[in-house]
């Protein structure tokens, strides 16, 4: 048992996000209740679909504005190659005792309380005010590659390496878990979070929450694109809010039925979250680099990424350029893409672009999606010795493990998946995935005795019509076969959540 800097024992939050079942999905709306709000007073997130508060004025019938989007090309300058990333760190000082104190007012202001509003007077009558009709110009960049400066050193192409085929035949079936109940421990992340990463790290909006063990007791959980000051309710924010394209943090809470403590992140100035990998940020060319999931190989610490090209107009749709192996040999604090060990998008038809990969065994096994959310699930491995040498992974085809077959790789599952994440369970001696359906809107699990399968049926998890605009779903290495602890983002309130599956043991 450690201390905690915020109490997660609040009549507030723990009324408001316990025991809330995701399965079976709910017919409608839950009934409105307060915001939670953390032990320092300051509003969180609820990202349950609840009905509208009925004390809150009326919504107006029309919106007060109507933007058209105006498609305006515009020529956009590249230097290539690109410029060596800033890895300027500074170390955290220790967190104030009192977790409502701002460990750093000269970079940001304590919040005030919002005063209470007066009652507002709604008109009753008749009319009715149309929107304004605006034009809204939509800036669509057209990279033109130019001469730039020194870029990151050149690396040493390994030697290329040719493993025979190998048979992979299927694990025995197993039975599908059967979930007992699921709920929302807490927000992990944002305004109102028990962490405070607002104040903390000026981590506003972020997602994902990607974990591993990067060393007994201790986990590395990384987050996607994020936003500082400036972020506002609604998604992702604008390129000001002091976007960052990823963010690390670290934590030693094993009690996460209250929640999960974050002791750290790290840092390029005080009280400001790096980011580790960069990222161009221009459109059409690379608009932010991901992680997809993390693992560790001794003392070398490795991120799965994709680069993405744009996000499409289409929801759950985008373009990357490829999918790739960044490593640190410092804890963690600053990393290294490596520059062979990427899975090309050609015509957008890679195989393995969106990445779980996990150690087990001789093996890292990497399982792996199209860009986008309507790809399916496939499945290579390579030895540990050789995880950043491309030429030395075996994908699945067909009950063998063949070298060169990326884009044959047989599906694992029918069906398509999205932000997939694995861990082998030791206790029970089976596998876990948890990924998105979008077919069925959902976060479901499955499970397998072998990472080829054969895998069980889908158990949803998490129904989108609890938690509406939900995605991800990324286990804690530290749950079990009866608790599974995982991460679930919330598009509108763009931060991430911690759940609790409490499942039957397996037979």
Known sequence: MRARPVSHGTAAVGVLLSA?????????????????????????????????????????????????????PQLTPVPIPDPPHDNTRVAQAPLPSDPCRNPCPQVRDTPEPEPESADETTSTGSA???????????????????????????????????????????????????????????????????????????VDGTDLGLFWE?????????FGDTFGEGWAYGGAGADTADWRSNVLAYSSDKDLGDGITIDSMVQDSACHAAELLGSRKIKNWETTTIPTSGFALGKRQFLSYMSVNHWSKIPGMWLTNYGGLAYSDDGGQTWTKDQHARWENMFGLGRFQVAAMVPHG????????????????????VRKDD????????????????????????????????????????????WQMVYLDSAASQIVLRTASEPQ??????????????????YGGFIHPWSTAQDLYFTMSAWDSYNVYLMHARLHPPR
Not at 24 to 47: K, M, R, Y
Not at 422 to 429: M, T
Request: hydrophobic share 40%; aromatic share 6%; with cysteine.
């Open 387 to 430: 995880v950043l040498n491309k030429t030395a992974y075996q994908y699945w085809v067909d009950g063998n493990w063949a070298p060169a077959a990326e884009n044959s790789a047989t599906p694992l599952v029918h069906g398509t998946a999205s932000e997939l994440s694995v861990r082998f369970d030791e206790q029970s001696g089976q």
């Open 128 to 202: 009715i005010a149309l929107p304004r009709i605006r034009i809204k110009p939509e800036i669509e960049p057209i990279p033109i590659p130019v001469p730039g400066g020194e870029g990151e050193p050149a690396q040493e192409a390994p030697a290329p390496v040719v493993r025979p085929i190998e048979r992979g035949p299927l694990g025995a079936p197993v039975a599908p878990a059967k979930v007992e109940s699921v709920r929302l421990v807490e927000q992990v992340t944002g305004p109102g979070s028990a962490n405070r990463t607002d104040m903390r790290w000026q």
């Open 20 to 72: 809330i079942l995701a399965v079976p999905a709910q017919a409608g709306p839950l009934p409105w209740v307060p915001p939670p709000v953390n032990i320092c007073g300051e509003t969180g997130f609820d990202p349950v679909n609840r009905l509208p508060d009925p004390a809150a004025p009326p919504a107006p019938i029309l919106p007060p504005n109507i933007d058209i989007p105006v498609w305006v």
């Open 453 to 470: 399968g054969a895998w069980t049926s889908t158990v949803p998890l998490v129904s989108t019509e609890m938690y509406p605009k939900a």
């Open 214 to 222: 990067t060393e007994p007791g201790k986990v590395a959980m990384v």
């Open 362 to 381: 001789d093996y890292v096994y990497m399982f792996g999606t199209p860009n986008g959310r309507i790809g399916m699930i496939g499945l290579a491995r």
